[in-house]
Structure formats: C-alpha cells, structure tokens
T-cell receptor, first 111, second 114 residues
Framework: SQELEQSPQSLIVQEGKNLTINCTSS?????LYWYKQKYGEGLIFLMM?????EEKSHEKITAKLDEKKQQSSLHITASQPSHAGIYLC???????????FGTGTRLAVRP | KAGVTQTPRYLIKTRGQQVTLSCSPI?????VSWYQQTPGQGLQFLFE???????NKGNFPGRFSGRQFSNSRSEMNVSTLELGDSALYLC?????????????FGPGTRLLVL
C-alpha cells in the first residue's frame, strides 16, 4: 500500500468554490511538502509544514499539518482556473531516502 | 537565481540503447536528487548526490546510475533501455539535502522508449 494516500484522486469544481485536498501518511511525518504540477512539467513548491498544528498560507492556499493524525490538508479558497493542476504531497523519510510522494490529486476548475 | 534546469526536455530512444540526462541545480545548491514519474507508479526516488558522492539510493536496478561533478551539476544514465523506462525524469536540488529542507524541481526530461 502507498505510504502517502491523497484524497480525492480527482476533483472538478466551479470557479469561485472552495476545496480541500487531504494527505494521510501511514508513517511518522518529519516534514510535509505540498507541490503543484502542471501536466508533464516539473513540480512547483507550494509550502512545507514541519510541526504539528502548523498552518501556512500563500495567496488563496492554506495548508495544515495534524501530526497526531499524520495528516495534512490543503485548502483553496475561491478557486480560479489558474489553480488547475496536480497537487502532490511529499514527506521526508527518516531512512534518508529523499521525498516519498502521494498519489496526487488532479484538480480541474470550470470557468 | 535561475531555477533548476534539465536537458534535454524530450528524448526518444529504442529498447537496448542507453541515455544520459543532465541536471543543473540552483546556484549554491549541492544536493541533487533524481526521481522517476510514471502514471502507474507515481513519483519515485532514484538517488541523491552530494559533493560528488551518491548519498542515498532508491529501489531501482543497477541500469540506473548517476554522477555529480564538482560544480554540482549531475547526470543520470540509464543503460539497456526497456519500454518500462518511459517516464518523466525529474531532478531536484537543495542546499545540503538535509531533512526538512525544501527541494526545488526542474521541468523534467520526458523519455519515450520505443
């Protein structure tokens, strides 16, 4: 099974609507990263969360980390077509391997 | 600062051939990691280089190798290509590769093996 599970796998929302993407880890989280990817392109760094209860915001995107639940959520307020893409959560692994990634959430925003 | 750059952006090879991909990290970054992204397996860690030494390695066969030069630029090589090696190969750089240090990704090299 995947170490990082994201839900939902895909999402279609009307422009202006809010949405939430979740990322749940089966192992202890040492650092949780959110990236956005346009199809076939590289990953754009959004935010990193390090401590339980931490919350960060950038423009209309807010991410929270619940360390006890080993879960992070990404919330987009008043979605826009520019928010469309694939959102990936990644986590540091204590073994030294670099980031392990979630399965991704594909977001489409209808104008 | 310029971002992470990767060359070439697209590549078509045939089975059995070998390929070399290049990655130039952000200036000042000494850690370079490589990832493979496929629709079936998602994003998977290949290996990490720091100061010209491979520091970590993912679960990939020996056909996948890499190296890093003194200017921190890195190359990865795949020998005896298989159809399943078709993927987007991404490299990422960070200052020292420590835990909880953000990695910045390049645009990727899309490899198609026929």
């Amino acid at each position: 099974s995947q170490e990082l599970e994201q839900s939902p796998q895909s999402l279609i929302v009307q422009e202006g609507k809010n949405l939430t993407i979740n990322c749940t880890s089966s192992k202890t989280l040492y650092g949780l990263y959110w990236y956005k990817q346009k199809y076939g392109e590289g990953l754009i760094f959004l935010m990193m969360l390090q401590k339980g209860g931490e919350e960060k915001s950038h423009e209309k995107i807010t991410a929270k980390l619940d360390e006890k639940k080993q879960q992070s959520s990404l919330h987009i307020t008043a979605s826009q077509p520019s928010h469309a893409g694939i959102y990936l959560c990644g986590a540091d692994r204590s073994s030294g391997d670099k980031l392990t990634f979630g399965t991704g959430t594909r977001l489409a925003v209808r104008p | 600062k310029a971002g992470v750059t990767q060359t070439p952006r697209y590549l078509i090879k045939t089975r059995g051939q070998q390929v070399t991909l290049s990655c130039s990290p952000i200036s000042g970054h000494r850690s370079v990691s490589w990832y493979q992204q496929t629709p079936g397996q998602g994003l998977q860690f290949l290996f990490e280089y720091f100061s010209e030494t491979q520091r970590n390695k993912g679960n990939f066969p020996g056909r996948f190798s890499g190296r890093q030069f003194s200017n921190s630029r890195s190359e990865m090589n795949v020998s005896t290509l298989e159809l399943g090696d078709s993927a987007l190969y991404l490299c990422a750089s960070s200052p020292s590769g420590h835990l909880q240090e953000t990695q910045y990704f390049g645009p990727g090299t899309r490899l198609l093996v026929l």
